[in-house]
């Protein structure tokens, strides 16, 4: 009798030390597996920066040429794109550097804030090409359609190549969601300079560029609002939109041994990276079911509400506390 529940406890602790392995092994393939996603995102940022830096140069010089106020209000959110990019592409590098010293979460952050100065940068551009068009329609200069209609088709080509690029990361990542949204505007800011040239070649109905150009403002606007209000809300540690916090408490408090939850947190340190934080009051437990239950409660996070970093404090449950609480509420 003795003998079998040796066995039965050795085994018992063979195989929590083998969970615990398992939870060791974890973080080193998570780091590989962020390490890939930031490569594919940077090769990616490369390449928009790329088509979008020949189309600016582009756009540019027809608008000077052509007078176009449509033209360069897409050369002006067009430039705000680059150094955006540009800004992005050093906040994704730096973003792998470790963690060393006060920068505990390491500088993973740096891509939020630079999202949200895209934004703002959106946003003040906008409200100045929205002046201008303002101006152009009390003040209409004479303008070459033709120029206008080649340039603004070819940039609707490079824009719809860019979505292609960018539209299936765009859902996973603040950064390239912005780029993504930029594009989109961009791309439907495009087809309103094709309407605006045709109208000027062939009806010479100049305000037909202050036209396109609001729509242009507007479209940068549209876009900008929820870069600039996702990333607040990170910054301010919001729980994600996509996560019902009761839920996961509900879901804390149901699995077996656990008695209360009474402390919860969940934020997100950068796009993609949910983390959480909670004290759970359970019953009298072993070392070793306090590390089962620890590990079933990881692996509960991840696979369930895609959590794939928390910390979980374990205290012994005190039915006294609860009897005080009642007392007082009564």
């Known amino acids: 009798m003795i003998s079998n529940e040796t066995t039965h406890l050795s085994k018992e602790c063979c195989d929590v030390n083998n969970l615990i392995a398992d939870r060791d092994d974890r973080p080193s393939h998570l780091s590989h597996t962020k390490f890939t996603q930031a490569t594919q995102k940077l090769r990616l940022l490369w390449m928009v920066l790329g088509l979008r830096s020949i189309f600016f140069v582009v756009e540019l010089g027809v608008g000077l040429i052509s007078h176009s106020l449509s033209l360069l209000a897409g050369a002006g959110h067009l430039l705000s794109d680059l150094v955006a990019l540009g800004l992005t592409l050093l906040a994704t590098k730096l973003a792998q550097r470790p963690a060393v010293g006060q920068a505990t979460f390491g500088y993973q952050r740096l891509e939020i804030l630079v999202a949200l100065l895209n934004g703002l940068a959106l946003i003040a551009i906008a409200l100045f090409i929205a002046w201008e068009a303002i101006n152009r329609f009390q003040s209409p200069e004479p303008l070459l359609g033709l120029p206008m209609l080649m340039v603004a088709g070819l940039g609707f080509v490079i824009n719809s190549l860019n979505i292609g690029l960018l539209h299936s990361d765009s859902y996973h990542d603040l950064n390239l969601?912005?780029?993504?949204?930029?594009?989109i505007a961009d791309a439907a800011s495009s087809v309103g300079v094709i309407l605006a040239a045709i109208s000027v070649y062939y009806f010479n109905w100049l305000w037909a560029d202050a036209?396109?150009?609001?729509?242009v403002a507007c479209l940068i606007t549209l876009s900008a609002i929820p870069l600039v209000r996702d990333s607040l809300r990170i910054l301010m540690e919001y729980a994600p939109h996509n996560l019902d916090v009761a839920k996961v408490e509900a879901a804390l408090s149901s699995l077996a041994g656990v008695r209360q939850v009474q402390k919860l947190h969940i934020w997100t340190i950068t796009s993609g990276q949910v983390?959480?934080?909670?004290?759970?009051?359970?019953?009298?437990?072993?070392?070793?079911?306090?590390?089962?239950?620890?590990f079933q409660l990881q692996n509960y996070l991840t696979q369930e509400f895609g959590i794939s970093e928390s910390t979980v404090q374990i205290v012994a449950f005190d039915e006294s506390d609860v009897v005080s609480v009642e007392g007082i509420c009564n």
């Not at 969601?177 to 594009?183: D, I, T």
């Not at 983390?275 to 620890?294: I, K, Y």
């Open 211 to 215: 036209v396109a150009s609001l729509l």
């Open 275 to 294: 983390t959480l934080c909670a004290q759970l009051a359970v019953e009298s437990l072993s070392a070793q079911e306090r590390d089962r239950l620890l």
């Open 177 to 183: 969601r912005g780029a993504f949204l930029h594009v």
